[in-house]
């Protein structure tokens, strides 16, 4: 018989030390992070059961909400690049969740509708995240709940001011591409590129 492998520690208990030991008052963007990424990882877990990537299912839970959005409008509502919606709708498209259809009056904008098989998922999926959200705040006092629920609104909305107000004053978010460029050492010369002059 063989020996069972080690029991590895949950990468959510070194992360709870280290809020509870190292920085017990660091910053309130860094803890939502980690509890952004424990719920997506048990989500994860169970999405895979049903073999849906976590990709699929942002734009799943839209859908369900309200198919029959533009490409660009679900890309909008996901919080994600047009290029990383349009490569998870192929895929997408390819499980036979979602069409693309373009509308006689306007040839240009692509249109996602749920096909029958999407929106079944959604009877599924959906306790799936609930149950997520269910052990989450096991043992946490139902108005303790309502208050962190309201915390957490009141900072979307303190941010989402704050962006308009940054990009009123024309400051803009920056491109993935843009800070990389920035980030690479100016040497003065192009060695290593195929067309730079020799």
């Known amino acids: 018989m063989a020996a069972k492998p080690p029991v590895r520690e949950p990468t959510t208990q070194s992360i709870l030390r280290h809020w509870r030991e190292a920085v017990p008052d660091d910053r309130l963007a860094h803890l939502v992070k ?9 989500l994860q877990m169970r ?4 073999s849906v990537s976590f990709g699929h299912w942002t734009f799943l839970r839209i859908l369900w909400e309200k198919d029959g959005v533009t490409q660009r ?10 290029p990383t919606t349009f490569a998870a709708l192929k895929a997408m498209e390819r499980l036979g969740y979602v069409t693309r259809r373009q509308q006689p009056d306007s040839r240009k904008k692509v249109y996602v509708f749920l096909t029958p098989r999407g929106r079944a998922l959604r009877d599924r999926l959906v ?3 609930e149950e997520v959200n269910s052990i989450a705040v096991a043992g946490v006092p139902a108005e303790r709940i309502a208050d962190a629920r309201d915390l957490l609104l009141t900072m979307i909305d303190n941010l989402a001011r704050d962006e308009a107000g940054q990009l009123a004053g024309e400051r803009r978010m920056p491109s993935t591409r843009a800070l990389a460029a920035a980030k690479r050492p100016r040497t003065g010369k192009t060695a290593g590129r195929a067309d730079a002059p020799g």
């Open 47 to 50: 999405l895979a059961e049903h």
């Open 127 to 129: 306790p799936l995240a």
């Open 34 to 42: 980690d509890a952004t990424r424990g719920l997506t990882r048990a």
């Open 73 to 82: 409008e679900l890309s909008e509502r996901a919080g994600l690049m047009e």
